[in-house]
């Protein structure tokens, strides 16, 4: 599935995936990264209506889940347990 960029999993690994990580690591260790706008999308619901949906791109993606598996461990573990 392509991000809201247009581009594939299929593009990235014909660029060279470790060429590609690198170059969004770069911006990232610089402090100057910032995202890219998210693309609009629309899903049909029951009764005719649509529901907006927002579509990074596969760049952003990737870090937004980076972020995702930094973050999670330090929040769960200050979260209380449920009796």
């Known amino acids: 599935m392509a991000g809201g960029d247009g581009q594939t999993g299929e ?3 014909a ?3 470790e060429q590609w990580l ?3 690591a770069e911006p990232l260790s610089l402090k100057t990264d ?4 998210v693309r609009r999308g629309y899903r049909p ?4 209506t649509q529901r907006p949906r927002g579509i ?3 760049r952003d993606r ?3 889940m ?3 598996i930094v973050l999670e461990p330090i929040v769960e573990g200050d979260l209380m347990e449920e009796p």
């Open 56 to 58: 990074p791109t596969s």
């Open 22 to 24: 690198d170059d969004v």
């Open 34 to 37: 910032r995202p890219e706008a």
């Open 11 to 13: 593009e990235i690994e």
């Open 45 to 48: 619901k029951e009764g005719g």
């Open 62 to 64: 990737v870090v937004q």
């Open 66 to 68: 980076a972020a995702v």
């Open 15 to 17: 660029l060279g995936v």
